[in-house]
């Protein structure tokens, strides 16, 4: 194997160890779903977006959604009047969790490409400097 691979293979690892760090940290700061009386949501439902299941203890009250749903755009008088602040905050995270997923695919195709390219710029610089000498 080239050295080339070799220490792409080091640097890349070490930035899907970070990214999977980030996400461990950012899924385990998550206590209780985007809606009244849900838990927890798992990870792949999350970083995919599937839409949620309203509780059916929830749904056979009749409340309006503004009553249980944190994701809705609520004023802070609603969210404490309705006691949301926990799910607000997980809606929140939840967001939060799926961009940094996003921003770390983004980070490391960015990272591949500043990788190789720079490979070469020095590569030729120092056979370049190799032939002066």
Same mark, same amino acid.
């Given at each position: 194997?080239? !050295?080339?691979?070799?220490?792409? !293979? ?12 980030? &996400?461990?940290?950012? *899924? %385990? ?11 927890? %949501? #798992? *990870? ?14 929830? !749904?056979? &009250?009749?409340? #309006?959604?503004?009553? *249980?749903?944190?994701?809705? #755009?609520?004023?802070?008088? &609603? ?7 926990? +799910?607000? %905050? ?6 939060? !969790? ?12 960015? +990272?591949?490409?500043? *990788?190789?390219?720079?490979?070469? +710029? ?12």
């Amino acid at each position: 194997m080239k !050295l080339k691979t070799k220490a792409w !293979l080091v640097s890349q690892g070490l930035l899907l160890v970070v990214a999977f760090i980030i &996400q461990v940290t950012f *899924y %385990r700061a998550i206590k209780v779903g985007p809606v009244l009386g849900m838990a927890k %949501r #798992p *990870y792949v439902e999350i970083i995919k977006g599937v839409d949620l299941v309203i509780p059916e203890s929830i !749904l056979s &009250q009749n409340l #309006p959604p503004e009553a *249980y749903d944190a994701r809705l #755009p609520l004023s802070q008088v &609603q969210i404490q009047k309705s006691n949301l602040a926990a +799910y607000r %905050r997980a809606a929140q995270q939840e967001e939060g !969790l799926r961009t940094a997923f996003i921003g770390g695919v983004v980070v490391n195709v960015i +990272y591949f490409f500043a *990788y190789h390219l720079l490979f070469i +710029y020095f590569s030729n610089s120092i056979k370049r400097h190799k032939r002066v000498l």
